[in-house]
């Protein structure tokens, strides 16, 4: 049985910084993208950011590029989300994803349950 299973999250101060984490286990997905959404209360769930599966070609959301970093470890099965200078707008859910493919495509398979970062100003 597949699982994504999220941490990292918690409450920080505007201008600071989170790391999250994303385990898979059930099975490897070494050649599939990874990506990282978000949902804010009362809000639709959105994209943050797709890695590829070599890690080395990444798509960032326009309000996150330049502060998040999106990376990944093959051996551990694992992607990450570097967040720097966050934002109260950052405030959310936030879940990682299995891509359908190689490379970004927009399409996803797995998701996980999610960890809750919070931005106060």
């Known amino acids: 049985q597949v699982q994504l299973v999220e941490s990292g999250g918690g409450v920080v101060q505007a201008g600071g910084s989170l790391r999250l984490s994303c385990v898979a286990s059930?099975?490897?997905?070494?050649?599939?993208?990874l990506a990282w959404f978000r949902q804010a209360p009362g809000k639709e769930r959105e994209f943050v950011a797709d890695?590829?599966?070599?890690?080395?070609?990444?798509y960032y959301a326009e309000s996150v590029k330049g502060r998040f970093t999106i990376s990944r470890d093959n051996a551990k099965n694992t992607v990450y989300l570097e967040m720097n200078n966050l934002k109260p707008e950052d405030t959310g859910i936030y879940y990682c994803?299995?891509?359908?493919?190689?490379?970004?495509?927009?399409?996803?398979?797995?998701w996980g349950q999610g960890t809750q970062v919070t931005v106060s100003s």
């Open positions: 890695i590829a599966w070599s890690g080395d070609s990444w």
């Open positions: 059930g099975r490897t997905f070494n050649d599939h993208a």
């Open positions: 994803a299995v891509d359908k493919a190689t490379y970004y495509s927009g399409e996803y398979l797995y």
